[in-house]
């Protein structure tokens, strides 16, 4: 990103701190670890694990981490950043040289992690926010000291058009909202994560891979007791399946835990302060203007609890992963609302009294997944020698999570505030002011257009979509309806307010 003015008055440049050089090589460390993970277990797998394999194992690490910290050095020594009247500047490279300058008006947050080796060094690693950003923060500053960091701060507060509006009229400060995960939710949390559809097959590879490490070709022929790790009878198979389900759920839980431990959130004026985390301690501020959308996710394994997780859609900041785009872990669906009154009134809103879907679209729901599940049971059974007829029951839990599917659908659309929910395995509500939505859609099939049925679809931000299917027609095209209203209103009271936002901008 360049700067829209020049800024002449740029400070001197300044350098990570020195703790940055061990920072950016167990970075670059990380970056190589899974290839040469995978080259060592090749070499393995082909010659068996003895004293020579492990010395080469030994040796290998030895110049990768030598690698790594001779490129931790030359990242340090290239990377610097200046503090201008108007302007930060960060440079970084040593082949490819990129300058990144950012108009400190522009900046959205300033927001810090504090990793093992930050916290050993006693420095913070900073993620320089902007309304564009991407993915990734716009500049990321690995490691400052703390004076540092309160110096980007103040010259950022300073340039902001919001601090200057604040020092004309400063009102009375608002109060300090906060929540706290206290470590019983964070165990539930841990528990009902629901994360083993991702971490069954990696932890299932990973125990196909240790059977042709340790078990390889040479011992199975050798025909030793218990030279294989695959199962021969039904109970081995059970035993197995255990094993790999458990492994995945306590991934999950410690994955959990390591990802929400000490989570707090607090409201504080126009901003949501967000920390979390127990190895590394993530800070972010999240500007409250940006906030588009909340999700409550239900969980197959927290539904029947009436637990949920809220997330936030939150525009024009980097795409997070969903762990960072947390508003909180863990709570009572029935406090849903409470919770949005005290820390994002602006959005608050229940996840309940939604419009159901009508009756006769319940077989629409129910049919596809049924002969899905029939299909591939039938060639299950064709396959597999002796498992007779059995294979077809598969359509009837495809049948039973289609009517789940049909029975979480719904929406609502009351004092400008939509809800649309539906259901993949978790059910998912999202909670958003009409006006703010990015786009919606109205559309048929050719078999919903002789049923009088239709489809309603809306997204909000860059990543979150709902669509409810297979509305009555009427109902549908009155939903589109009212939709393009509230968002032709949002966007007429936008252009009116565009000449204040950008007198605002040229007086600062």
Known sequence: MSSEEPDVALGPPRRLHPAGIAVLALGALRGAAVPLVAVLLAGIAGRGLDTHALVRALALAGVATAVATAAGVVAWYTTTWRIGTATLRHRRGVLSVKETDVPLGRVQAVDTVRGPVQR????????????????D???????????????????????????????????????????????????????????????????????????????????????????????DTATEWVLLGSGVLLAAWLISMAGVVVAFAGF????????????????????????????????????????PW?????????????????????????????????????????????????????????????????????????????????AGPWPLLVAVPGAGHGLLRWRAAGWRLEHGRLAVRWRRLARTTVLAPAGRLQEHALSQTILQRRARLADVEVRIGAGTRGRVHHLELPTAARLFAALRLHRNAHATHDARDAPARAATRSAT
């Not at 340039?159 to 009229?169: D, K, T």
């Open 137 to 231: 923060a716009e500049i990321v500053l690995p490691a400052l000291s703390a004076a540092d960091v309160a110096a980007l701060r103040d010259a950022v507060g300073a340039r902001h058009p919001a601090s200057r509006a604040a020092e004309v009229a400063a009102p009375p400060p608002a109060p300090v909202h906060r929540r706290q995960l206290g470590r019983r939710q964070l165990l539930v949390a841990a528990l009902t994560a629901g994360r083993l559809g991702v971490l069954l097959p990696v932890v299932a590879a990973l125990a196909q891979v240790f059977d042709d490490v340790f078990q390889g070709d040479e011992v199975r022929r050798a025909g030793r007791v218990g030279a294989t790790l695959a199962p």
């Open 264 to 303: 707090t959130v607090a409201r504080d004026g126009d901003r949501l302060h967000i920390a979390r985390g127990l190895v590394a301690r993530r800070e972010a501020s999240v500007p409250v203007a940006r906030v588009q959308a909340v999700r409550v996710v239900e969980g197959v394994l927290r539904q």
């Open 120 to 135: 050993l060094f006693g420095v913070v690693g900073v993620h320089v926010q902007t309304a564009g950003g991407g993915r």
């Open 306 to 386: 009436g637990l949920a997780l809220l997330r936030i859609e939150v525009a024009g900041y980097k795409a997070e992963a969903p762990a960072a785009q947390t508003l909180f872990p863990l709570l009572r669906r029935a406090e849903v609302r409470s919770l949005l009154d005290e820390l994002l009134p602006e959005l608050a809103d229940a996840p309940d009294r939604l419009a159901p879907l009508p009756r006769r679209t319940a077989r629409r729901y129910v049919l596809p997944p049924a002969l899905a599940g029939l299909v591939a049971g039938a060639a299950a059974a064709l396959l597999l020698p002796g």
